[in-house]
């Protein structure tokens, strides 16, 4: 047991001080996540190892990033090319149910709403905002750019000055893709499922090229907390 917990502490020791490797790794991790997901959708129980696997991303996702393994910008590099993949796998609105299988495991573990009243309102609020924006948005691909930028910077921009799961808490992809789904499946309008497909080729790009210009270029209002 001591043995584990000296490779933790080297391990976190290399994520906190040797960047290009750390990056390197998480990279490397995210493949092969998004080579099980890819494998596991051309099984016949696709749905059950969908959910274990997603479940296992989630709860070593929340430990590794208690003990400060993880960011949450790491995070969203193991989900986020997953999850653009079965976006775009599902092309009938019926099969956005492995989707749901995918993302609600890794919601129901980082969503720390348990941590104070506060946050619960202020999570409420922001997130509010955020779908309110959408639905203004959804129609326009520029404008769903935009917002996605827009999001893409906040989850990067927290997650480099907040304490881990303050992301997820203000800024949560997963939430926010449920909900955007929900409304797509009540209006029946198409908008939404394009503006997921360009949310989520954004927060690609902004969760492996983003953690680098978030080293590089120190904010110039950092948030306190």
């Given at each position: ?219 110039a209002m950092p948030i306190a907390w």
């Amino acid at each position: 047991m001591e043995f584990v917990f000296e490779l933790l502490e080297d391990l976190i020791f290399v994520y906190e001080e040797i960047f290009w490797l750390k990056e390197c790794l998480i990279t490397a991790k995210s493949l092969v996540v998004f080579a099980l997901v890819w494998f596991i959708m051309k099984l016949d129980h696709k749905e059950e190892l969908l959910l274990y696997l997603a479940t296992i991303i989630g709860v070593s996702c929340i430990f590794l990033g208690d003990i400060g393994y993880l960011s949450d910008n790491d995070v969203l590099k193991l989900i986020a090319p997953a999850t653009l993949f079965l976006l775009a796998y599902n092309k009938k609105q019926s099969n956005d149910f492995v989707l749901f299988i995918f993302l609600v495991p890794y919601f129901a573990t980082s969503y720390e709403f348990y941590r104070s009243y506060t946050y619960v309102l202020e999570s409420l609020a922001s997130h509010l905002l955020i779908i309110s924006i959408i639905c203004i948005a959804k129609d326009n691909v520029y404008s769903s750019l935009v917002v996605s930028v827009i999001i893409g910077i906040l989850i990067n921009y927290i997650g480099y000055n907040s304490p881990p799961g303050t992301n997820d808490i203000l800024v949560n992809p997963a939430l926010i893709t449920l909900i955007v789904k929900g409304l797509e499946f009540y209006t029946k309008n198409s908008g939404y499922k394009d503006f997921l497909k360009a949310f989520w080729t954004t927060l690609v790009c902004f969760a492996f090229f983003g953690s680098w210009i978030f080293h590089h270029i120190k904010p110039a209002m950092p948030i306190a907390w």
